[in-house]
């Protein structure tokens, strides 16, 4: 086996501690959180600022899966990207203030 391949490997070892461990946090709240309220109303929501990290995704992920054609080392990097949104998928439950 390649150093690339346990690079990777260890790569979606933390990426999946995190994810798993963020979502639990994230349900575990969310549960605690509906317990807590009974028929309450929903809150407004506020406007968030994540419009422009959408765009750059959608940008990236264009540009990487156009470079796949032109440079074949660009094929790494689809799955790198789904490391990294898995592990920022987690990341966002840690962060959210109500989980």
Do not use: W
């Not at 156009?66 to 990097?77: F, N, Q, R, S, T």
């Amino acid at each position: 086996m390649s150093f690339l391949f346990y690079a990777t490997l260890f790569l979606c070892l933390i990426a999946t501690v995190i994810f798993v461990t963020g979502y639990i946090k994230g349900v575990t709240g969310a549960v605690a959180d509906h317990r807590s309220q009974a028929d309450s109303p929903i809150p407004e929501e506020k406007d968030s600022n994540y419009g422009i990290a959408i765009l750059a995704a959608v940008i990236v992920a264009s540009a990487i899966i156009g470079l796949v054609g032109v440079v074949p080392e660009m094929i790494y990097a689809g799955p790198l990207l789904a490391i990294v949104t898995a592990t920022m998928n987690g990341v966002a439950f840690f962060v959210d203030s109500k989980a």
